[in-house]
Structures are given as structure tokens and as C-alpha cells.
């Protein structure tokens, strides 16, 4: 380890003044990163928890793996599916195998790696010109990115969307812990707007490439289970591949078993808040409810399909639980209150899954649903400090009294 | 009347070198000082000049707002430095003490009047014993409080704990309660659940109230929200169980006594336990004495909200502990990846909360960088206020003194915070932000 150091301590004069000045944040966030530096407690508590927001980012990371390691495979499964290679006997046996893992490596490495080099631009850049040390908030964005995108994203949109979520989703309002809106999110929408034809239907899904300039000419139907529903009021897929994940669909999205597994040590660490999880399970749960009993009442006999399905049909299909885990639990654009959270992961459920159920524009409303609430957020956080607030005056005008 | 509360949101730290109960007789030390510093709200006028010889009991500063109040000296002594920070800012009054101590007599008259007893507290500096609520400066001797709470725990790492501190000085706790009682008419006593020792044997016509739980379970903040909660506008004071004693001989001997059995604790000491100290004095042989080799902390006060002294700095004139915990000195290779299965955090974002049981050795660092606020909902689990302390501490930064108050920043005090400060993921100096708080508010309204 001494020869990393001793690199770092050899470069250092170089970017704390002239030219190379630009790149000292940089600089500092690679030592950072290598070594947990010295610094000792000057004011206050003299001891401190081990905890910083690296370990709190690397924690959120580590809770990400196993869905995008199996988003990489399922698209090479997905791929190779729709080409007709497979034997259709033995179904999802070979699934995991080095052919899908190579396919997907090859096409969602380059997308991460884009997504980081374009975010983490923007934030050198912001924290140069702010004089402030980069962040670590983007090395969860930079990995939620790619995985809510389809496979066949081009990576120069991915690097357009990248920089429009940290620029106008984050830096705007003054950086990492101020901004309003998810960054991850706000990419996705940015993506979904800017490029509809990429981001939606049912060409996107999965890649049907045969060979350089070559595409499947005959339609394979690459749609997913939320896009049949709101076409068909039916699926053709089962709920069991859609809880394993084994279905079409945003690189990371589709696993829920593993999704879950992240989401159960995001709780258990601490980090991730399970009021917000548990509170958008109840939204979610409860606006199904409601549909099943209103379905019969629906016009189109494809409504009435999409609105009688059970709960937990809409918990193991599209976003739900991926956006529940990894993006309404991010605590900067959430409601700070712990009471708000239990009011804002509520509604995310609610409003998610009724915006899929009614708008087949967007059978993704838990995009739409959570950048809506982290608009909300602020305002029922307003009302339980209020609440807070009154209860501190109620007990003066009891005293005065 | 005696209540029980059980108190649910905290945190003991698992650190090593929990203080036993034995003591150590004192030594006698040649170096007194006094920090000013120390007294919050303190404009501090020096009463004396280097070469002075004083008493024990004799003010060494006045208050430039309030020249009744003074602080007093522990010894009988010599001025024999005044040393002054950036600014001529009044650093320290070191006193070189005599061999035998002769100290200040303040008259043992019994049955006095309130107003008698104030100026005797005022006239002999034992005045500074007391705090006042809000801010947790000192008190003003014009407010007339809604009660005074009595602090008879610790929950502190290595807090030394009054049944044990105050072990054959319970006639005197008795009379400084007595004393107490003409100041006013509430007097509430806080102790553990598990205390039972004879300080509660004459303990009569007070409100006693036993406290359980993790830290803070022993901070007077913390008894005032359950007890008897400070509304604006209102005023408590607060003293410590141990200072009570003081009084107590104060009023039986006519000599103000700053000695104390204090705990000293954490790593850094050979043997971790009580010590007889006096208020103020110089802990340059105790450290030398007492502490393993090494490069340590020397902290006048808990972990959590003491000050840092050097290794021969001079303990406070109102500590009841000290400790010794390890400076913090390398860098962590690739720290926040790894397991770090030896790492303590409250979160269980480390895999040492494999082994809960485990105690640690903790040294100083921060183990990370100052960041933006970011995680919420952490400070709330060891913060057992009906506060929102994110909010709170926005409105301080925002330095919105509406908003603070209506949020209740009369309620806590800059030690409230150290909890959240320890576990803080953003590294932010909470308690200076808190204290930072409190003084505008102060500024504001005085």
C-alpha cells in the first residue's frame, strides 16, 4: 500500500497549484478512495462511528449487485431466446450460461462506464468551481442509471441524460444533499421524453441483433408484461419468471427476488429506510385492491383484464419493486420526516401502480410516481414539522394557563 | 412522588476501559488554572493580577454582565501567569498553589434567607455550579426558575456516578439539598434506576425521579423533557449531584471545597477507576502517572463533549471525569470497501455487527470526510426528544432564530447532539452548530 500512497503524495503538488489545479478533486477522491484519510475529530463528540457516505454509497452498491449481474445475463438470455437458439425444452437452464453473460457484459459495462465518466464530469467539474470535495452520491446514480435503461440504449443518450440529471437535477440546486428531484430518476425521465422511440414499446426490450447490420426482420414480440396488459389486458407471462426476473424489460428491473434480497440489506444495515419500502408495498397493495373490486365496472374487456389482476401481479411486473428499493429510498429527494416517509412511500405505491393501470402511455408510472412525490416531499415534510411545531405551543398555552 | 422512565433511543458506546470502583486518594499539585472558556456565557474581567496571592473561594474573574457573578479559585496560591489567546483573549489564570490551603471564609450562619444565600453562592464563585436553561450557560441570579433539576447519574462513557462519587459525603449532599430548596420551590433529583445508595436517605420534600436506558439517559435535557418539559419564556436551573455536595460544605464549613471524586476512564489509562482531584488543577503528574505510553487524547470531561487538555493541560474547575482515548493516526487502505469486521458503527453497514458483544478501542478519528447532510432519519434513533433534529439544525444553519424556536432549541443543549454528532454519516459538527445556535438566540435576547 506504501507505493499508492507514495503516488499520490508525489502528484499531489502538481494539482494543488498551476494548471493542473482543475483536476485536485479529482485527485482527492481517488486518495479518498484508496486510503480513509487520517483526519482526527477537532470540535466535539472525540470519538466516531465508522460509518461515512462512502461506506453508506458502497453499502446501496453491494445491495445493486445481484440484480445487475443478473440483468446481465438475462439480456444475453433474452437475446439468444428471441433469436429462436435455444431449445425451448429445457427453458431457463440455460440461463445461466457464459454466451448470455458475455452479450450483456458487452453491452452494459460500456454503459456504466459512460454513465460515470459523464456524471462524474459534471460533479469534478461543479466541485472545482464550488471548491468542495466530490461527492460520493453519484456512485449509486451512476450504477441506477444504465439499470433502468433498455438494453439497446445508445450511449451517447445515455451521456445526454447522465449530464442533463446531474446539471439540471442536482448541481442546479446546489449539489449533492440539496437537490429536489431523484438524479437516477431524473435521468430516466429525461431518456423516456428525449427518446421516446428508444425508451418505450415493444422493439426496445430486447436486442434482436443477428449480426453486424443485421435485425430480425419478422417481428419478435419483445414486449413486456406491463405493455401486454395495457394492449391485451393479458400476459403471457407467468408470475413465478417474473418474480425470478426472467422476462423482458429495463436491465435491472426485472429480477424481484434479487431486488428483494437488496432490499432486505439495505434494511438491515440501516441504510435504506423500510418505511418508505414497507409503506410503498402498502400503496401499491391497496390501489390493487381497489381495482379488483372495480374492475367488473370498466368498459373494455382489456381493462377490465388489467384492473382484476392480483396484487401481487403488479409487485413482480415492470418497476415496482426496483424503484421501491433503490430509488424512493434515496433520503436526499424522499421526505426527511420519519412520519413523511410512511405518507410518501404510500403514495408512491398508490399512484405508481394507478398511473401503469390507467395511462398505457406510461406503463412505467413508478417513474412518473416517485419524481412526483419527491416534488411532494417538501410539502408533507412542511405538515409534520407544522405538527411538530403545534404540539410545542399547545404545551406553552397549557403552561400559561 | 417518584416516577420511573424508561428511555429507548440512545446508545452506549462499547469502549474499553469502563472506570472500576476504586479510588485513589489526591496528590497534592503545585498548578491551578482556570479556563474561562469553560464557563458558557462568561464575559470574563480579570479581579486579580499575576503575582496576587489568593485564597481558595476568592474571585479570580468577574462577569462583565453580572459583576456578582465570579468565579472563585480552587487553592490558596500565587497568580503566577495570565496567559491570553489570539485577540487578548483571556486563555488561562494559572495559580501556583501553597503547601497548606488556606480558604475564604463565608460565614456559617444557618437559617438564611433566599436572598442571603444567593450572595453567599455569588460572594463564595460556588454560583458557577449552577446552569441556567435555556442556552446551558451560566445561571442569572435575577430569573427565578420553574424548578431545578438535580443531575444523579451519568450516562456518559465512563461517567463517574454520583452513588460511588459522593460515597461518605451524603451529610453534605443533604445540606446542599436544604440549601436549594429556598431557591426554589420545585427541586426534581435524577437518578438510574439501579442506584441505591444513602444519598437518598434524607432526601426529603423533593421530587425524585429514576431514569433507564442507554445514553443519554442521564442528561438533565433529557429529564427536563420528561419531567417537567421548558416551554419559551420560562427558565430551569440545573446542577450536577455532585456540586450539590459542594454546597452542602459550602454552607456547613463556610469554605468552598472544589474537590471531587472523579472517574477517569478509556483505553489510554493503566487502570481505569475514581481519583481524588480538585477542581482546576494541573494533570500533568496524573497523566504521566496514571496513563499507558503513547500518543492519547487527554479529554477533561466524557468523550462525547469534553475538552481536549493535552497531557499537561489543567482539568476543568467543574469536571467530574476525564478520559484518555488513542489519537487516531493512519490512513485506511481501501477502508469503506472492506468488510470491517473491527469496525465500530452503530449501522450495520460494517460486518462487525456480527459480534455485538465486542468492545472497542476507539481512537479519534473521523473516519471519513465532512459532508453534505444526506441520510436522514439516523439521528432520530438515538435522540429521544419529540425534536426534529434535521430540521433543527437546518433552521440553525439557516440561522432562522423564528424557526429555531419554535423547533425547540430551548429544550437541548449542545451535548444532546453528541450522539448524533458520533454517528453522524456527513461528519457535520453538530455541537458547535447547536452552541453556534444557542449564542445567537442568547445575543438575541439579552
Redesign the interface.
Known sequence: ?KF??NIFDASRPAVTSGKLKPLYPLHNALE?????????????????????????M??VIFALIPALIFGIYNSGYQHYKALGLLNNDIGWLQFFTLENFLFGALKIIPMIIVTYIAGLGVEIYFAYRNKH?V???FLVSGLLIPMTMPIDMPLWMIAISTIFAVLIGKEVFG????NILNPALTARAFAFFAYPSFMSGDKVWINTTLGPGEALVDGYSGATALGQYATTGSTTFSAWDAFLGIIPGSIGETSTILILLGGIYLI????G?W?IMFSSLLGAITISLIFNAVAPSMISPEQQGFLSIPFYFHLVFGSWAFSTVFMATD??S?A???RG?WIYGFFIGFLGIMIRVFNPAYPEGMMLAILFMNVMAPLI?HY??EG??K??LK??KL?VK | MSKKYTIRKGLN?P?FGEPIKELKPSKFVSNYAIRPSEFIGLKPKLAVKVGDKVKAGQAILFDKKNERIKIPSPISGEISAIQRGPKRRLDQIVIRANEKCEYLNFGVKTALKKDEIKNKLLESGAWTLLKMRPYGCLANPDDSPKAIFINGMGSDPFASKPGFSLKGKEELFSRGLEVLKQLSDRIILSIAQDENSDLLNNANDIEIHRFSGPHPSGNTSVHISRVA?L????VIWTIAAQDVAIIGKLFELGELHLDRTIAAGGSGMKNPQYYEVRGGQSMKTFFSEETNKGNY?F?SGS????E?IGKEGYIGLLAKQV?V?P???????????LP?FD????????F?WLFPNRKYN????????E???????QY?KVFPF???P??LLKSIWAEDIEKME???IYEII?EDF??C???????Q????MVRKGLDILYNEMN
Open positions: 500500500m499508492i500512497q479518498t478512495m484508496m486510503f480513509v484519510p487520517d483526519h482526527n475529530a477537532k470540535s466535539g463528540a472525540h470519538v466516531r462511528d465508522a460509518i461515512d457516505l462512502k461506506r453508506t458502497i453499502t470535495a461527492n460520493e452520491g449539489g449533492t444533499g440539496m438491515a444495515t440501516g441504510i429506510s418505511k433520503p436526499v424522499a426527511h420526516t420519519e416517509k415534510d409534520v414539522v411538530n411545531i404540539r410545542r404545551r406553552l403552561s | 458506546l469502549l418539559p416551554n419559551k419564556g420560562e487524547r479529554i468523550v462525547l463533549s469534553g481536549s478520559s482515548i489519537e487516531g493516526e493512519n490512513t485506511d487502505f481501501l477502508g469503506w470497501v470491517g469496525k465500530y458503527s452503530f449501522s450495520k453497514a460494517y462487525s476507539l481512537t479519534t478519528k473521523l473516519n471519513g470526510e459532508r453534505a447532510f444526506v441520510v436522514t432519519g432520530d419529540d425534536i426534529l434535521n430540521q419554535e423547533l425547540g449542545p453528541a450522539l454528532e458520533v454517528i453522524c454519516t456527513s461528519k459538527p453538530l455541537q458547535e
